[in-house]
C-alpha cells in the first residue's frame, strides 16, 4: 500500500480557490488501484492543508500519475491556489483498511522513530472520530491536528 502526504501553504486569500479546486478530485475514485483521499486544514496553522491518498501499490500510483494526474491538475487549476507544496511517499507491505471517511473529523499525525513501516495507523477513534497517522521520517514537533473537510473525502467506487 502507497500512502502519498501532501502538505500545502494557502495564503488566505487563495483559501476559497483551493477548497473548491480540492473538490474536483472526486474522479480519482475510478481510478485503478486508488483507495481513498481526505484531508483538511492544520488546526494550529490555518495556512496549512494536508491531503492524504491511498493506493494500492506503487505500479498503480504511477500509471495515474503519468496518465491522469496533470489532466486533473489542468482541470481544476489548483496549482494556481497555494504557494508551497511538499509531497511524500510512504509504502506499507500489507495492506490496511481505510476507514469510511465520512465518519472522520479530525485526524491527528505524529513522529515516531520505532516503527517497523514507513508509516502506521496508529488509532481509529470511531467516538471522537478521529484517525490518527504517525510517520518514522520528517520529525514532527509534537503532534498536528487536521480538521478534516468531508468535501476533500473521495471513496473508492
Same mark, same amino acid.
Given at each position: 500500500?502507497?500512502?502519498?502526504?501532501?502538505?500545502?501553504? %494557502?495564503? +488566505?486569500?487563495?483559501? !476559497?480557490?483551493?477548497?473548491?479546486?480540492?473538490?474536483?478530485?472526486?474522479?480519482?475514485?475510478?481510478?485503478?488501484? @486508488?483507495?481513498?483521499?481526505? =484531508? =483538511?486544514?492544520?488546526?494550529?496553522?490555518? /495556512?496549512?492543508? $494536508?491531503? @492524504? #491518498?491511498?493506493? /494500492?501499490?506503487? #505500479?498503480? $500510483?504511477?500509471?495515474?500519475?503519468?496518465?491522469?494526474?496533470?489532466?486533473? +491538475?489542468?482541470?481544476? =487549476?489548483? &496549482?494556481?491556489?497555494?504557494?508551497?507544496?511538499? %509531497?511524500?511517499?510512504?509504502?506499507?507491505?500489507?495492506?490496511? %483498511?481505510?476507514?469510511?471517511?465520512?465518519?472522520? &473529523?479530525?485526524?491527528?499525525?505524529?513522529?515516531?522513530?520505532?516503527? !517497523?513501516?514507513?508509516?502506521? @495507523?496508529?488509532?481509529?477513534?470511531?467516538?471522537?472520530?478521529?484517525? #490518527?497517522?504517525?510517520?518514522?521520517?520528517?520529525?514532527? #514537533? =509534537? !503532534?498536528?491536528?487536521?480538521?478534516? /473537510?468531508?468535501?476533500?473525502?473521495?471513496?473508492?467506487?
Amino acid at each position: 500500500m502507497i500512502l502519498k502526504r501532501i502538505k500545502c501553504h %494557502v495564503p +488566505v486569500n487563495l483559501k !476559497e480557490s483551493f477548497q473548491e479546486a480540492q473538490t474536483y478530485w472526486s474522479d480519482l475514485s475510478e481510478m485503478d488501484g @486508488f483507495s481513498g483521499q481526505f =484531508g =483538511g486544514w492544520d488546526s494550529s496553522d490555518l /495556512e496549512t492543508a $494536508y491531503i @492524504f #491518498s491511498f493506493w /494500492e501499490d506503487l #505500479s498503480s $500510483y504511477q500509471k495515474f500519475m503519468r496518465n491522469m494526474h496533470d489532466r486533473f +491538475v489542468q482541470n481544476n =487549476g489548483q &496549482e494556481r491556489t497555494y504557494d508551497g507544496i511538499w %509531497v511524500t511517499l510512504y509504502h506499507r507491505e500489507s495492506p490496511l %483498511v481505510i476507514p469510511p471517511f465520512a465518519q472522520l &473529523e479530525t485526524c491527528s499525525i505524529s513522529h515516531k522513530s520505532d516503527l !517497523e513501516s514507513r508509516y502506521v @495507523f496508529s488509532s481509529i477513534n470511531n467516538k471522537s472520530h478521529t484517525i #490518527s497517522l504517525a510517520f518514522d521520517t520528517t520529525p514532527i #514537533s =509534537g !503532534e498536528v491536528s487536521i480538521q478534516l /473537510e468531508k468535501s476533500w473525502n473521495v471513496e473508492r467506487l
